[in-house]
């Protein structure tokens, strides 16, 4: 079983620290956030990040059609 709100937490926590590399933290609390359908949360969060390389593009194309999917429900 996968324990994506313990993991944003630990990556909330994470972000505070100066060591840390603070794009691949938001990569990992998009994606959980992703896991969670906080697609809006997931779309905020991966925005943030300044150099995307294949993965974190993957996941914000990913983020983009589950919104653009639930715009279309509510139409």
Known sequence: MEYYDLAISYFNLAGATKKIDKEEISYY?????????????AKSTIDNILLR???????????????????KKTM
């Open 53 to 71: 390389d294949g993965k974190t593009l993957e996941l914000e194309n990913s983020i983009s059609k589950k919104l653009t999917r639930d715009e």
């Open 29 to 41: 609390k998009a994606l959980s956030f992703y896991k969670l359908k906080e697609y809006r949360l």
